[in-house]
């Protein structure tokens, strides 16, 4: 008798969150939130995207790493010349509150994301579960804030999961090394727009006022600025080293400012 087809870690949980994630998407749009949907659904492809391509790919990963500093340039960025100024120009006060929650917010994901208390091969791959935890964060952000500022337009919400593509690309690799399955990708590829759904059902009931849309902004500009910079950490872009040449470790952060200084020009 044939032994049964063996699942490896990660496949059943990645299959059924992505059934949950249909259906969430699904109802958000039905409820009218639309770009909150469609930057779940960018958000879903980009990881989908770069977790295929590390999957099946060998050799050196400093290009992905490289753009891992682009993305945190422009998310750095994005805080600084957008948000923090329409949070500040509401109410100054209520913004640096949010901003400093921003910061604590950001903080706890990333020791969540570190801290390793979860059972060595469990899903396949602890990386699995830190970035799904940052998956998370990320959904309550873009839920929160296009459920007070709905005017935003979708390039703010890309640029918040802009990261997502080299961070499937390196945790894909790391499934592959483990014998993890390719669709275990799909829990932090989906988190972002199941969390992105409530918290925008749960911020939308709030009346809107000044004082909530500058805490908002203000809480999104502090978690952007730390995202940012992990993203730009020196153990980021092109597996910088304290012998890496200067400009290989700052040159795609500039990149990402700039291209973000570039839209914000374009768009307005």
């Not at 980009?46 to 422009?74: E, K, P």
């Not at 961070?167 to 590829?189: K, Q």
Request: proline fraction near 5%.
């Amino acid at each position: 008798m044939a032994d049964a087809p063996v699942d490896r870690p990660g496949r059943s949980a990645g299959y059924t969150i992505a059934a949950v994630f249909i259906v969430a998407v699904g109802f958000t749009v039905h409820t009218g939130y639309t770009k909150v949907a469609s930057i779940a659904l960018i958000a879903c492809v980009a990881m989908l995207a770069g977790g295929v391509l590390g999957y099946r790919t060998q050799g050196t990963s400093a290009f992905w790493q490289a753009l891992d500093g682009v993305a945190g340039g422009a998310m750095i960025a994005a805080a600084c010349i957008l948000l923090l100024p329409k949070a500040v120009s509401l109410d100054a006060g209520l913004a640096g509150v949010g901003v400093s929650f921003g910061l604590l917010f950001g903080l706890a994901l990333h020791r969540a994301c570190r801290f390793q208390a979860w059972r060595p091969g469990a899903l396949g791959e602890s990386s699995l579960l830190a970035l799904t935890v940052h998956s998370a964060g990320a959904g309550v952000v873009i839920g929160m804030l296009y459920a007070q500022t709905p005017s935003l337009g979708l390039w703010v919400g890309s640029v918040i999961v802009a990261h997502k593509f080299p961070a499937g690309y390196a945790v894909a690799r790391r499934l592959r090394a483990n014998d993890g399955a390719l669709a275990g990708i799909l829990l932090p590829a989906c988190a972002v727009g199941i969390v992105a759904v409530l918290a925008a059902m749960t911020t939308g009931v709030l009346p809107p006022s000044v004082g909530v849309g500058a805490v908002a902004q203000g809480l999104a500009a502090g978690v952007f600025l730390h995202v940012g910079l992990e993203c730009v950490a020196l153990e980021g872009p092109a597996s910088a080293s304290p012998d890496t040449p200067g400009w290989h470790i700052w040159l795609p952060v500039a990149i990402g400012i700039l291209l973000m200084l570039g839209l914000k020009l374009l768009l307005g």
